[in-house]
């Protein structure tokens, strides 16, 4: 059907082959939607879970294959046609559909649109970044080239302390490498944490024996031969170096969006049923800027996220739009991160907290720490403490109230907490 | 090769091969069975691929650990006796297995 002499407007393109693409097609034959479907992506593989390339990956625990999230016979018995290997660079579209057009010639008609483009790492301009053995993590090949070169690195040097790099370094460290994580902040993972689980895991790397460095200013990626040697920061000083893993972030990829003349800022602008300012096309996952679907911060400000649970739900919402249906992406949105024995498990948004409540002992390595605003809880960040996690987010769900000044104590479980409080109205 | 049949809320049934070593989820998930989600692709941080296993399969697999009872707690379908995550039933050679999928997941 792909090859057909003239695009047809018939169907729906969804342009992105990740979790919120599969997620988009499977919702749209879910709610009963017969028209064809094609799912197109830049890579050579059909779509596969990004989450444990950071992870169990690099420990060779997965595999490309097992990492698929669908069988052939998925795809094809529910007429789900999936396009690797293209990269859509131009479309054109009105109310009643339009066409793509990609890098190779192909054109997919279509009578509706979805973009589930992602993200792709910041990269940052620094001499000596296109050594050998310097690389980012984003897609299956980033992560068997960095699988293929930790198996004999022994210096390995993690420029940003966020979830990507700090997941990395701890399974580095884990295999015996010596590590250097350099991040430019004053804390590690800052966009997503409070202070306290910052120093939580400045903490708990160290005692793991990597090294860490706050305020670390790169200022170029050393090399001989054309393999990395090293990272010099400000003083001149050089950390050994025989491989560098660079994660500082991603950027939402907006050139298609921007092509259409849709609303671009910080991602593709949609609204809660994830349209896009033309009022056609639909958007979801990492990509998405959307109006913060936090149950109990409902619309208060504009947020992208990424994560799995994000690009779920927020696909499920895109393929009732698309269909003409109403739902809505409220939600309450989560976040794990596993990093060595460490288990991070985040419910809600904890941005615009004015109170932050420890629970429990950091060095024990089994606490959480509760967010609140105006005495309502918010967020919680959970390590090893799954019971807590999904206490909070429970009560997130719900509206239940979980007092701050109860929650100090670890012999009485939030659940029974929770128990004891009647639900709050929510705004 | 080991069998799994998904009974789902309307008594309907799937029964799928699976591969050996894959776990109850896993294998649900790549053939799309409704009624699992598992959000979190299985590294038990999300309680969204809870199970009921039925009484002849209970000795198809280990005893559960206390990460996977605590994260039971938090099911959107309260817990009973044999709730299970699925993430954490790995298939051997050769098993047969049954388990119910509760109404919701989310």
Redesign the interface.
Known sequence: MSDRPSAQRRGTLIIGNCQAGVQLA?SLR?LGDTDPIVLIGEEAHPPY?R??LS?AFLKGEATAE?L????P??YA??HIDIVTGEQIVQISRDARGGEAVAASGRIFGFARLALTVGARPRRIPLDGSELGGVTYLRDLEDAAALERNLRTAKNVVVIGGGFIGLEVAAGARASGKTVTVLEAAPRLIGRAVSEATSEFYLRAHRRRGTTIVLDARVTRIVGAKGSVAGVELGDGSIVPADLVLIGVGVVPRTELAEQLGLSVDNGIVVDSHARTSDGFTVAAGDCANMPNPSITDFGNGRVRLES??NS?EQAKVAAATLLGLDAEHRTVP?F?S?QADL?L?IAGLSAGHDQVVLRGDPESEKFSVLYYRDGGIIAADCINS??D???V??ALHTGQAIPAGLVTDTSVSL?KLLAAEPALERK | MPTITYIAQDDSEVTLDAQAGDSVMETAVRNGVPGIVAECGGSLSCATCHVFLCADSTAAFPPMEELEDDMLDGTAVDRQENSRLSCQLSLSDGVVARVRTPETQV
């Open positions: 499977a879910e879970q989450p444990p992870k097992s698929t999230f669908r069988t016979d998925f018995d529910h799995v649970q779920v989560w794990w596993d288990k498990q799954p019971l996690f999904i206490t987010r429970q659940k």
